[in-house]
């Protein structure tokens, strides 16, 4: 079945790297998503990789996809307090249908 | 502006009532999707819809309703009302469901409580 797994809370200082991790079960998904939740808004999405490739870099966000363990990370440099936010992974799953899969998000707490 | 609208914000309804969430959306996109997002579930996918007149059941379809007579409207309706309904809503749409850069833009949600 199609299941994306996330741990629920990140905590970082202000400057540091943040590290978001996810793993997805559905190995046949062509793509994988990294969705930001801002508080009382709807998702907006930050990036995505196609699944042949095994990393994609867009100014201070970095994907890197590991397709044998099915792992997926989002790293964020110098985190900023405006990063606050709930970070979902998603991927297409099989067929085209449309219909991403979400992960429970991670909530990345910054400190100032 | 263009965008994806959802109405009301707020809903406060008792079990056992008919409710019905609105999604408007002027990009003229093709799909459509209904989700609900609950503590430690994440978004969980209600019905779709690729077209109009063209829907279908997602995960956790049971005690929706959903059309889509007019490409820009997406209604979902609750028919009686259940407690565990009570989550936030939250319509998106897609130009190509939502594959590769044609990404979901997502309302800002309607918070549901069913007393």
């Known amino acids: 079945g199609e299941d994306v797994e996330q741990s629920l809370f990140l905590s970082v200082r202000e400057g540091d790297s943040s590290v978001i991790n996810c793993t997805y079960t559905d190995s046949s998904s062509t793509y994988l998503y990294w969705y930001k939740q801002e508080p009382g808004a709807g998702l907006q999405l930050l990036t995505y990789i196609f699944s042949n490739m095994d990393m994609k870099q867009d100014q201070r966000l970095t994907v890197l996809l590991n397709k044998k363990d099915k792992h997926l990370s989002l790293r964020i440099a110098d985190t900023q307090t405006g990063d606050s936010a709930i970070y979902f992974c998603a991927e297409s799953g099989s067929g085209n249908t449309g219909k991403l899969i979400f992960g429970q998000g991670t909530t990345l707490q910054v400190k100032p | 502006d263009a965008g994806i609208t959802q109405s009301p914000r707020y809903k406060i309804t008792e079990t056992g009532r008919q409710v019905t969430l609105m999604c408007h959306q002027t990009w003229s996109h093709s799909y459509m999707f209904w989700y609900r997002q609950d503590l430690g579930h994440g978004l969980r996918l209600i019905y779709y819809s690729a077209a109009a007149d063209i829907t279908d059941k997602g995960e956790v379809p049971d005690g929706y309703v959903v059309s889509r007579s007019k490409t820009e409207n997406f209604p979902l309706t609750l028919e009686s009302a259940t407690r565990s309904q009570t989550s936030v809503y939250f319509c998106?749409?897609?130009?190509?469901?939502?594959?590769?850069?044609?990404?979901?833009?997502f309302g800002n949600g309607t918070r549901l409580t069913v007393t």
């Open positions: 998106a749409s897609s130009e190509s469901g939502g594959w590769g850069n044609s990404p979901l833009h």
